[in-house]
């Protein structure tokens, strides 16, 4: 039953990641400017003249985000036509796109007018918004065969709690993450956990405390999902969608803990900082998913 809407979704799914994953590589690459003060043409050009590093990783960021941006139209139109019946579709299929596009706009107001640090790190977390809208569309769409058994979860209160706050909280993670990337602070800090830099006394510039700022964020995250996870372990073994979802979620916390200090240790190694963008896109879909299976289970309440 609709095998062209699962294909449509799974690619567009992997689409999204790959549109997170050049955004993220643009940061990192410092190439938000390889097309210069020009959007959507490149130094004013259709077809570039001058061709630089710099400019190839932008457009290409530029070219995969227009494409995906058009399966992600297809996609909310099909899925609201084909499965508009079920409760979220109409709502995901809607904030999918929307997300998108205001990614696209804020990527091009940074182009042509220069933008605070603390605006562009906004662009990161929209873009996951939409990912994360596209995924859970994406699941809906499986779910229509009934191959899992995702409709009939049961979730408490204090877990629902815990759901609910881990993503909102994630947020607040994933930005001051970004903040770190676009104020250039990611090795301001030479040690790890802490930034000591010759001085064990608090951080004596911005750039310092938006990295342990961000550090503190983190490790607050990871014993958060720690419990949950425990929790899930402890008290829902009979219900494997939430069982294994915060195995998986703690996996996907320490993954992203490790490859946050070995970003420190081989100095921002693009490969490490790539992954490290990655885990929190898988993570946050994850947590957005637990939240769907939240606002069901109040239903049966």
């Known amino acids: ?41 490149c130094n004013g050009e259709l077809v570039p003249s001058q061709i630089t590093f710099e400019l190839v990783i932008e457009l290409s960021h530029r070219l ?21 019946y079920k409760r979220e579709t109409k709502l995901l299929a809607a904030l999918s796109f929307f997300f998108l596009a205001a990614q696209a706009l804020i990527g091009a107001a940074a182009v042509i007018w220069a933008q605070s640090d603390f ?16 995924l859970l569309l994406t699941l809906l769409i499986f779910e229509v065969d009934k191959k899992f058994d995702a409709d009939k979860v049961v979730i408490d209160r204090k877990m629902r709690f815990h759901i609910i706050g881990i993503t909102l909280y994630s947020y607040i993670v994933v930005y001051t993450g970004a903040l770190v990337r676009h104020t250039n602070s990611s090795l301001i800090c030479g040690d790890w956990p802490l930034c000591l830099n010759d001085s064990p006394a608090w951080p004596e510039n911005m ?6 700022g961000h550090r503190f964020a983190a490790a607050i ?81």
């Open 207 to 212: 750039y310092e405390w938006i990295q342990m």
């Open 64 to 84: 995969v985000s227009g494409s995906v941006g058009i399966l992600v139209l297809i996609l909310a139109i099909w899925s609201w036509k084909a499965i508009g």
């Open 221 to 301: 995250i990871f014993f958060w999902i720690a419990y949950a996870a425990y929790l899930a372990v402890k008290n829902y073994k009979q219900q494997k969608v939430i069982y294994w979802g915060w195995i998986i979620a703690f996996i996907l916390v320490t993954m992203q803990a490790t490859t946050g200090a070995l970003t420190v240790f081989t100095e921002l190694n693009l490969y490490v900082a790539l992954a490290h963008a990655l885990i929190i896109s898988l993570l946050f879909g994850l947590l957005c998913y637990f939240i769907l299976l939240a606002s069901r289970s109040k239903l049966r309440e």
């Open 119 to 134: 605006v562009l790190a906004l662009h990161f977390g929209i873009s996951l918004i939409s990912f994360a809208a596209v």
């Open 1 to 41: 039953m609709h095998r062209g809407l699962k294909w449509l979704s799974v690619i567009t799914t992997l689409g999204m990641l790959f549109v997170l994953l050049g955004g993220a590589l643009v940061t990192k690459t410092e190439s938000g400017m390889g097309c210069g003060r020009s959007w959507p043409l």
